[in-house]
């Protein structure tokens, strides 16, 4: 019997196309502003953020096991500290959305040290709390409206670029490159060293611990890059929304109940799943928005039926019985004759 030589792979064929056609999407995405109306660029540009806050959500819940109902604390403060240095500060506005993440991985150093001596249930509540204590806070900051809130002037938003055309095609494009940023972010932390221990850990903590791996230090890790990535996200809602006050900026159904929902719906614990998800809230979102409650109902009803059906989501369907993986991070021995 001939010697069979074994290699360790991660890419597919399929996944080299599915890479391919993301790109060629990506693309065509990127020129949207040249072929598409105003209302579906800013439908587009907010598909994106979204699928940036469901990947940001997945990767903390998903992986490292941190089931947070309080990332809206992180959008919130993006776009109050965004508001706060193009205000305040007199800073650009592209200068304000770089130093945002920044500032939110220093406010998330503290909050995690904080929240991480409480587990399961009790973390979750924790981080409801913090988000709370942030909008109450956020309320009390006269000089960027108190409790109503403040709009952004003219001035800033003509700063961002020349002519609405720019205005809007910027704003779009950097909502769009954050979404391609995030998925890239957790695609090859997945792929790293530190990806391998995060799903040991989210497969068998117990397990990983007696392997060696620092089980605090990583969800600590994972905990700053999501708040970071999220308070940018939130700088960007605000962006386009012109408009910042404490119950929009830290609303726990919009930034954190939806989330949940598109996760859930796509397939916790892949990349694909928030993908995916977000696609399908915002096709139902779309068609059913004007039926009022009925909207609600149908959400409720849909997240129900894949719960009972697919307990994975619809991707975590799809890769069970397909075996498909567009993302390659799973490892595949294979034969060389």
């Known amino acids: 019997m001939p010697d069979t030589k074994l290699h360790v792979s991660r890419t597919t064929r399929l996944s080299t196309i599915s890479m391919t056609l993301m790109f060629v999407v990506v693309l065509v995405l990127a020129c949207a502003p040249w072929w598409a109306s105003r209302a579906d660029i800013r439908l587009f540009g907010e598909i994106s953020l979204y699928i940036a806050l ?15 109902v309080g990332q809206q604390a992180y959008v919130g403060l993006g776009g ?47 981080t409801w709390v913090v988000s709370e204590v942030f909008r109450l806070t956020a309320a009390q900051v006269s000089a960027l409206g108190g409790g109503s809130g403040i709009s952004l002037p003219v001035s800033v938003v003509n700063a961002l670029a020349q002519g609405r055309f720019l205005r809007e095609a910027l704003a779009y494009w950097l909502a769009l490159g954050v979404a391609v940023l995030v998925t890239a972010a957790v695609f090859f932390l997945l792929r790293s060293r530190r990806g ?24 600590f890790v994972v905990y700053l890059v999501t708040a970071g990535l999220t308070t940018l996200v939130g700088a960007l809602i605000f962006l386009q929304k012109l408009r910042v006050s404490p119950d929009a900026a830290f609303s726990s159904n919009d930034w954190t109940a939806f989330v949940i929902f598109i996760v859930v719906i796509g397939g916790v614990g892949t990349i694909e799943g928030p993908i995916i998800g977000t696609l399908i809230y915002f096709a139902l979102r779309e068609t059913l928005a004007d039926l009022g409650t009925i909207y609600l109902i149908a959400l409720g009803i849909v997240a129900i039926v894949i719960m009972l059906k697919a307990p994975s989501g619809v991707w975590g369907l799809i890769r069970g019985r397909r075996g498909l993986e ?12």
């Open 196 to 219: 391998v221990a995060l799903m040991a850990i989210r497969d068998n903590e117990l397990a990983a611990k007696s392997l060696g791996i620092d089980i605090w230090v990583t969800k």
């Open 54 to 68: 469901a990947s940001l959500w997945n990767l903390l819940a998903g992986y490292a096991g941190l089931v947070s």
């Open 326 to 337: 567009l993302f390659p991070i799973s490892r595949r021995i294979r034969g060389l004759d």
């Open 80 to 126: 109050y500290v965004f508001f706060g240095l193009t205000l305040l500060a007199g800073l650009n506005p592209i200068a304000a959305l770089l130093i945002a993440p920044l500032i939110g991985v220093v406010v998330a150093a503290p909050v995690a040290v904080l929240i991480f001596r409480l587990r399961g249930a009790y973390f979750a509540i924790g």
